[in-house]
């Protein structure tokens, strides 16, 4: 059974935008910390934002000011606004959750995963 499902990857030029969805369901809850993770075949799995579940977010380094998440109850989606993409940030993403216990979710120490969407970024 599908928990989360991401959506919107795509090719794209550098400096381009692109905004990733993930459908998710009861996830979406205030109860659950929720992130988008992306990894490079070969290299480790690497956290790319999260969000608390008071609504709180944290960036990683490489992405800050240029990426925005955010949870749209309503449509129980989670969003990643992606602008002046790099060719660096090309991988595939995923998104996941876990209930809110606290902890450092960029570590991508959650439970619950989806199946990712490609990002490809072209100089």
């Known amino acids: 059974q599908v928990h989360l499902k991401e959506s919107g990857g795509g090719s794209v030029q550098a400096g381009e935008s692109l905004t990733l969805s993930c459908a998710a369901g009861?996830?979406?809850?205030?109860?659950?910390?929720m992130g988008w993770f992306r990894q490079v075949p070969g290299k480790k799995r690497e956290g790319v934002a999260c969000i608390d579940s008071d609504g709180s977010t944290t960036y990683a380094d490489s992405v800050k000011g240029r990426f925005t998440i955010s949870k749209e109850r309503a449509k129980e989606n989670l969003s990643l606004q992606m602008l002046s993409l790099k060719p660096e940030d090309t991988a595939t993403y995923y998104c996941?959750?876990?209930?809110?216990?606290?902890?450092?979710?960029?570590?991508?120490?959650?439970?619950?995963w989806g199946q990712g969407t490609q990002v490809n970024v072209s100089t």
């Open positions: 009861i996830y979406i809850d205030t109860a659950y910390v």
């Open positions: 996941a959750a876990e209930v809110d216990v606290g902890g450092y979710c960029l570590d991508g120490h959650l439970d619950i």
